[in-house]
Structure formats: structure tokens, C-alpha cells
């Protein structure tokens, strides 16, 4: 009676659950990751790569449980922590939340601006037409060709894969240095550290992961396919983080150039690795920043509502949800004016919104754990023993990282 | 002294309650209420016990021993006497900031789920009641403990904070995690909301709550809203509801909605459906799951009606008074001959307005416009604008009338259903 679609059905359902996962891990890779690997790539050379290790294992840890949150419950993050921790905690992460992203997309027009200054557009002219775009794509389009948009995107950030192989990188001292790194513990080598874990663990994508499963109407009898999911999307992530530090280990650091932004990193590889091999940074950075600046408004703006119980979603119309677009409206509109503000602090408001970010993050990885661990939530889906050690091992680990870089300029650099 | 007093409940939690002597009772940790009590013939939602925390000890009283007054714009909560709460009595209400407080809940009249940032409550000499719960950004401020300043610092602007409140007649709880079972079961007033509202807001809500809403529903009314649901929906109740419980309520659906359901699920499961389902209803189903996917066959309908020419229009309208049909089934009436293969329609207009004796043969329009089972969908479309038709009869090979294929499913595919998305 029913066609034969074992086989069929099978590959169909893991595409059909494909997605969430992979786009968190490319969103992950921003303008700010990207300036982040390039100076590390460029101050370090290969003796930084190591740390992308566990990156990798905090990662997956953490998207698995949100993962499993998401598809157990049903619920947003951010409905769960106002329905379990009350109003002033839930207030306070989501005020926290709202000024470190507006600082974060102010970031991603930064690498819009760099990223096409290096194919001589001015930034008067990119900001506005990526912002009206942007505005434009998320106001009247639909999400699933946002999402679709995005997929394409993702594949895009393996161009880096083409910048590293033009620098001739040494494979031999690449693998030296992961097995036995050569670097020198000091505050500045340990906020560098920091920086790389840090940047590929957003507190907002702890909250774009939960929805983004729900989104899917995902089940848990296919969680096996949702974590191939996870660990490809984590995968990616690692695979292109490592590919922008080799490119400029193997070049800038090689001639010892120093830089601060990923623009710089473009430029300075022109005259070592050729024209071609530097446009193609540029254009990863382009498409890394304009995917970033789509996302995080529109997440912002979705739990800041769903915290405070407002109407939200791109599927609603702006009368039914007028509070989620204005607040949507406003980040970008915002992030987009201090970028064209004449000689505007944007090192400081990156900085700043790293801080934030940082001091939010143990916030929202604690309440996580206590929601995931929670039997009145979470049957017997709760963690494990196991993942429990793990989980906390890897929520202390941060703490303590963040905790160390956030106390550090006290004691003088 | 004023005969009734209206406070919060987040400006009573917390506080300190003192006895007749002034001596120290207890911390205000919540309210308990029974939503179904009756006061002057009316169901009003009473406060019926307070839970206190003195030290480490949490004791929940009857709050008849209890009284709240406003002094100078602060309230207070005094207490006469300690009378224990009967546990018992437990089970027949909810504490309203454990189980409304912060919690999503069905708003009746804009049909959607709302967050409960704050309650109002009010003291008359009859009892005290809750009033109405505040779903508004004062109600927010009010809870962070922001909601005095700021407001005397916007008045300074002649700006106001919007306030939005639900009266309690209005709202419906549904998330039952807090709840016992007694009280879920009681929930009639989301059966007034339409369907598609239903379905709206059942696909936006957790998953178990998702499903204690949805068996709690009459099967009637659970039918209709499963056929409005997204299909990730619909799947992720089939799987979870008992397999009796999914076939009592598939039974209530058309053939075809249930067949478009069940082609989604896991083979398994469908078939264990199917097997519970009566047999009359399920071989339709299975009739229909034998189509291709883009055929005609699989989106028609076999729920029509059909006669014999030699009927007469009163025989016919005897009929219909009988079956009582849908809406839908009567877009299009259908003639067969004794071999069921279709040889005329006719429609509802002209049986009513024609002579009770009048056989059908004298209104029936024959040879009419029809579509073969295998055909594909998107030819459907330009058949429905072409002839301006409602429901198109639908034949096999043999011309024999199978079902029919209605605009409603028709437009459905074409739009392509709803997305929600986030």
C-alpha cells in the first residue's frame, strides 16, 4: 500500500533535518571570528591552532543540548528561562543580550565595509544598500528563502579553503604545532585564546539553535540525524576557522606584518600571495559579515520578544507584531549609523560587546544546564552522568577563561 | 475604609504578614485560587489560601483568616487567624504565581497566546478575586520594580506607559505542567475559538502541553483542528496520542485529509492507525493512499453525494434532511446510473428552487465537466477558473464517479499552506 521509500526516505529526512546546525556553525564565523583567526594567524602563526580543539568539543556539547531542549520541549530558550527563572533574571539577560548584539552587528557592517573597501567600494555607499537589502530580504521575504540563501552562503566560507592553499602554507610545521604548540603564556597570548574559544560560542546562538530546531518541527526519534547535523555544522566551523588562520600564518606572520581587522588581512595578502588569493578573503569576509547581519537583528529581536510576550516572527504582518520589527528595525538602523559615524569608536564598541557577550554567556550556560537537567522539563530526557561532567566541565572552563579576561586589564596587560 | 480594594499579585508576594499583635506571620510566596468557585450565581475566581514561609518551614493557610488593605497607596496583607488549608482541597485550583504567573496563556478574544506579566486581583466583602491578568510593558516594568520611577519620569514628558489587561473571563490557561489532571479536563472555553485559531495556537505551544490541549478537546472538535494544523504538528500529535485516540479522531475526518496525513507517518504507525480505524472508513483511506502523490485521486474528496435521475427533487431534499451533510458535499450534487458511473450533475440552487415533484432528469445538467483520477494537480486549477466551478466529480477509467476534487484543497495547494516561521 505504501511506496517504497525506505532508502529514499531516509536520505530525504536527513536533508529535511539538515540545516539548523549547519547555519549556526557558519554564523559563527562573523566578522568579528574572522578578524580574530586572521590576527591570531598573523601575530601566532600555527601556534594558536590547537585551541580551535576544544572549541570544537565545547561546541558540540553545547548545540547537542540545545538541540535536545528544542526538540523535547518544543519551547525557545528564552521561554523556558522566563517561565523558569522569573522576570528580573530573564529582564536582565535580554537587556544584556539587546546592547551586545547591537554592538555585534555593528561589528558585521564593519567587515561589510572592510570587506568591500578592498574591492574599492566606499562604505557610504555598501552600508546602507547591504542595510535596506538585509532590511528588505527579512521584512518581505519568507524565512524559508532566507534560510535557503543561507545554506548557499555557507558553502561560500570554504573560499578560505583557496586563500590558505595560495600562501603555500608548510603542512609539516602545521602539524608540528598542533601536536606541540610553541607559545608563550602571557596575558596577551591568553586573551588571544580566549578570543578564538569565545568567538565561536555567542550566547545569542545558544537561542538561534533552540528555535531554529523548533522551526523544523523536529522529533526526537531522529535526534541520531539532527546531531550529523551538529557535528557537521561544528565541523564547518573548525574546518574554516583553520583555513583563515593557516592563510595568514603562512603569510602575513611569515613577513611579519602586523594587523588589527580582517580588511587588513585582505590587503596585506595581496602582495604575498597575489591580487586573486586576496580578493577571495574579501569576498568570504563579505559573505560572512552580510549573513551575520541578517541573522543577528532578527534573532535579537525574536527573543527579546518571546521573553517579554510579544507577537514575533517574520511570518507575522508588522501590524500583528509591530513591537518585533520596530525593535528589528531599530538594531539595524543603529548599527548601520555608527558605522558611517565619522571616526566612530568601532574598536571600543567591539570590545565592549565582547565584554558583554562574555559576562552574558556564563549567565545563559548556567540557566541552560539547569533547564536541561530539569525532570519536570525534560523526562527522561535529562542529561546524562556523563554529559553532565562534560557539560559542567566545559560551563566552569569558560567561566574561568571569561572571568580571567574580564579581570585582566585590572592587572595591567 | 473603602468597600473593596484592588491590588497586584506581584506587589503582595513577598510581603511580610503580621498578626492582630503584631507578631511576625510569615513572607507572601503565593495565592491560591479556585478558578470554578460560584459567588452570586456567577463563576468567579476566588483566592481561597495563601502559602506563607516563615523560617524554612512553607505552610499554606485559608485566606479566609486573612485581610489586604491599601494604606497611602501600599498594600498590606494582615492576618486574624491561621487556619490550615486542607490538602485535599489542593486539587481543585492553582496557585496563581506558580502556575499563571509568567506563564503563557490562551487570550480569547485576540485568539492567541499571550505571556502573564502581572495579575489583578481585588478585594470585596464577599472574598477576594482575581480580576484580570496584565499582559502589558507596565505590568513588566512593575515586576523588574521599575514601574514607579519610571513613570513619574515619563509624566514629567506627559508620556504614559501603555497598560494592557485580559479580563479572567477572557483567558484560558493551558499550560498544565502546574496543573493536576481535574482541572485540564475542564477547559470549555477553548471549544468556542474557531479551528483555525485553535490550530494557530496549539502549534505554538510546548510540546506536552501541545498534546494535553489537544486531548482535551471533544473528538469532534479535535478533528477539526487537526486538519488545520501544519503537518509537522499533525505528525508530532499522531505520534504521541494513544493509536485509539488517533483513529477516533482521524475517523472524523475526510478520506482524503487523513490519507494525506498517514502518507506522512512512519509506515508502522499508519498501519496500526488504519487497523484501529472502522473498517468503512480506513478502506477509503487505503483507496486513497494507492494514488501517486501529485494525481488528482489523492486530493479528491469521497465524501459526495450521488442519485438516481429518476429521483424526485422531494426524495432528494428527504435525503439531504437525513444525511445532514457538510458544506462542501453539497458544492455539487452528482447523477449515476445503477453501473455508478456519472452521467450528470446538478446543484443546489436548482434542487431548491424547483417543483417537490419535479424528477431530477428535469434539472440535471448532463455530460458534465469531470477530471480522471490519475490526472496531475496542477491541471485542476484551470478547470475550477475555466467552468467557475465549486467541486469538480472525479471518475475512473470505467467513468465510474470515484469522489471529487473541491476549491478548498485545490486553493490550499496553490498557495501552498501557511509557513510559520521564525
Known amino acids: 500500500m505504501f511506496k517504497n521509500k525506505k532508502l529514499w526516505s531516509r536520505i530525504g529526512l536527513f536533508l529535511a533535518i539538515l540545516g539548523p546546525g549547519i547555519i549556526t556553525g557558519s554564523v559563527d564565523n562573523d566578522a568579528g571570528g574572522i578578524t580574530t583567526y586572521a590576527v591570531s594567524g598573523a601575530v601566532y602563526g600555527y601556534n594558536m591552532i590547537w585551541t580551535l580543539i576544544p572549541s570544537f568539543i565545547v561546541l558540540i556539547i553545547i548545540q547537542e543540548m540545545n538541540a535536545r531542549m528544542g526538540i523535547v520541549t518544543g519551547k525557545g530558550l528564552a521561554d523556558l528561562i522566563r517561565e523558569n527563572a522569573g522576570v528580573k533574571i530573564t529582564f536582565l539577560i535580554f537587556i544584556g543580550l539587546l546592547i551586545a548584539d547591537i554592538g555585534n552587528t555593528t561589528t558585521e557592517f564593519a567587515g561589510v565595509a572592510g570587506s568591500l573597501e578592498v574591492f574599492g567600494v566606499s562604505k557610504y555607499i555598501s552600508v546602507p544598500l547591504v542595510g535596506a537589502l538585509v532590511w528588505i530580504l527579512v521584512v518581505k521575504g519568507t524565512y524559508q528563502l532566507a534560510e535557503r540563501i543561507f545554506l548557499i552562503f555557507s558553502v561560500s566560507l570554504l573560499t578560505y579553503v583557496v586563500s590558505a592553499i595560495m600562501g603555500h602554507p608548510h603542512w609539516g610545521e602545521i602539524g608540528t604545532a598542533i601536536v606541540h604548540p610553541q607559545v608563550e603564556i602571557n596575558s596577551k597570548s591568553l586573551a588571544m585564546m580566549i578570543g578564538i574559544v569565545g568567538t565561536t560560542i555567542a550566547p545569542w546562538m545558544q537561542f538561534y539553535m533552540q528555535s531554529s530546531v523548533i522551526e523544523k518541527g523536529l522529533e526526537i526519534k531522529n535526534f541520531k540525524y539532527s546531531m550529523i547535523d551538529i557535528v557537521v555544522g561544528c565541523i564547518a566551523t573548525v574546518v574554516v576557522a583553520f583555513f583563515i588562520i593557516v592563510a595568514c ?59 517579554f510576550g510579544f507577537e514575533a516572527g517574520i511570518d507575522k504582518k508588522w501590524e500583528e507584531a509591530p513591537e518585533f520589527y520596530v525593535l528589528y528595525t531599530i538594531i539595524l538602523v543603529l548599527s548601520v549609523l555608527i558605522i558611517l559615524w565619522p571616526n566612530a569608536p568601532l574598536i571600543a564598541i567591539s570590545l565592549w560587546s565582547q565584554v558583554i557577550n562574555g559576562l552574558l554567556l556564563p549567565v545563559v550556560l548556567v540557566s541552560m544546564m539547569l533547564l536541561v537537567n530539569n525532570k519536570k522539563i525534560m523526562g527522561e530526557y535529562v542529561n546524562k552522568p556523563l554529559q553532565n561532567v562534560i557539560g559542567w566541565g566545559a560551563v566552569t572552563v569558560l567561566i574561568g577563561l571569561t572571568v580571567t579576561l574580564l579581570v585582566m586589564p585590572l592587572f595591567g596587560k | ?28 510566596k503565593d495565592l491560591f485560587i479556585l478558578p470554578n468557585y460560584i459567588s452570586e450565581g456567577v463563576e468567579r475566581p476566588l483566592v481561597a489560601a495563601i502559602k506563607l514561609k516563615k523560617g524554612k518551614t512553607t505552610l499554606i493557610y485559608s485566606f479566609d483568616g486573612f485581610v489586604v488593605t491599601k494604606v497611602n497607596g501600599k498594600i498590606s496583607v494582615a492576618c486574624e487567624e491561621l487556619i490550615p488549608y486542607d490538602q485535599e482541597k489542593l486539587d481543585d485550583g492553582v496557585f496563581l504565581g506558580e502556575g499563571i504567573l509568567d506563564k503563557q496563556i490562551v487570550d480569547l478574544n485576540g485568539r492567541k497566546l499571550v505571556r502573564v506579566n502581572d495579575i489583578r486581583l481585588v478585594s470585596v466583602p464577599t472574598g477576594t478575586f482575581a480580576l484580570a491578568v496584565d499582559i502589558g510593558v507596565e505590568g513588566l516594568l512593575r515586576r523588574i520594580g521599575l514601574a514607579k520611577p519610571l513613570k513619574k519620569f515619563l509624566l514629567l514628558f506627559r508620556v504614559t506607559i501603555p497598560a494592557k489587561f485580559i479580563v479572567w473571563d477572557d483567558i484560558e490557561a493551558v499550560d498544565f505542567s502546574n496543573f493536576n489532571i481535574k482541572l485540564s479536563k475542564s477547559h470549555k472555553k477553548l471549544e468556542t475559538l474557531h479551528p483555525s485559531d485553535l490550530a494557530d495556537i496549539i502549534e505554538d505551544l510546548g510540546k506536552q502541553t501541545r498534546l494535553s490541549v489537544f486531548e482535551a478537546l471533544d473528538e469532534e472538535k479535535a478533528a477539526d483542528v487537526m486538519e488545520e494544523l501544519e503537518v509537522e504538528a499533525q505528525i508530532h500529535l499522531l505520534e504521541n496520542l494513544s493509536v485509539a485516540k488517533a483513529a477516533d479522531v482521524l475517523e472524523k475526518m475526510p478520506a ?27 478502506e477509503e483511506v487505503r483507496e486513497l493512499l494507492e494514488y501517486p502523490d501529485d494525481s488528482v485521486g489523492s486530493i479528491m474528496s469521497t465524501e459526495y453525494l450521488s442519485f438516481n435521475k429518476d429521483n424526485t427533487v422531494e426524495e432528494v431534499l428527504a435525503e439531504l434532511r437525513l444525511k445532514k451533510p457538510e458544506a462542501e458535499e453539497l458544492y455539487n450534487l452528482f447523477v449515476v446510473n445503477d453501473k455508478e458511473k456519472l452521467i450528470a450533475t446538478f446543484s443546489l440552487r436548482d434542487l431548491v428552487i424547483s417543483e417537490p415533484n419535479a424528477a431530477i432528469s428535469e434539472i440535471m445538467k448532463p455530460s458534465p465537466v469531470h477530471l480522471h483520477d490519475d490526472q496531475e494537480i496542477n491541471e485542476i486549477a484551470e478547470f475550477i477558473s475555466k467552468y467557475n466551478l465549486l467541486a469538480i466529480p472525479v471518475v475512473d477509467k470505467e467513468n465510474i464517479l470515484q469522489g471529487m476534487v473541491v476549491i478548498d484543497d485545490v486553493v490550499e495547494d496553490l498557495i501552498g499552506k501557511r509557513k510559520t516561521n521564525k
Do not use: W
Request: charged content about 25%.
Open chain 1, 249 to 307: 600564518a603562512s603569510t602575513l606572520h611569515e613577513k611579519g606584518i602586523q594587523i588589527n581587522e580582517a580588511k587588513d588581512a585582505a590587503l596585506a595578502l595581496k602582495p604575498l600571495a597575489g591580487e586573486f588569493a586576496s580578493q577571495v578573503f574579501a569576498f568570504g569576509l563579505f559573505v560572512a559579515s552580510i549573513f551575520s547581519a541578517t541573522i543577528l537583528p532578527l534573532a535579537t529581536a525574536f527573543y527579546v520578544c518571546e521573553a
Open chain 2, 256 to 282: 482524503d485529509e487523513v490519507a494525506d496525513i498517514l502518507d506522512e507517518l512512519e509506515e508502522e504507525k499508519a498501519e496500526q492507525i488504519l487497523r484501529e480505524m472502522e473498517k468503512d472508513s480506513s
Open chain 2, 1 to 28: 475604609m473603602t468597600s473593596f480594594t484592588t491590588f497586584y499579585l506581584s506587589r503582595i508576594i513577598g510581603s511580610r504578614v503580621y498578626d492582630a499583635h503584631n507578631q511576625f506571620v510569615g513572607i507572601v
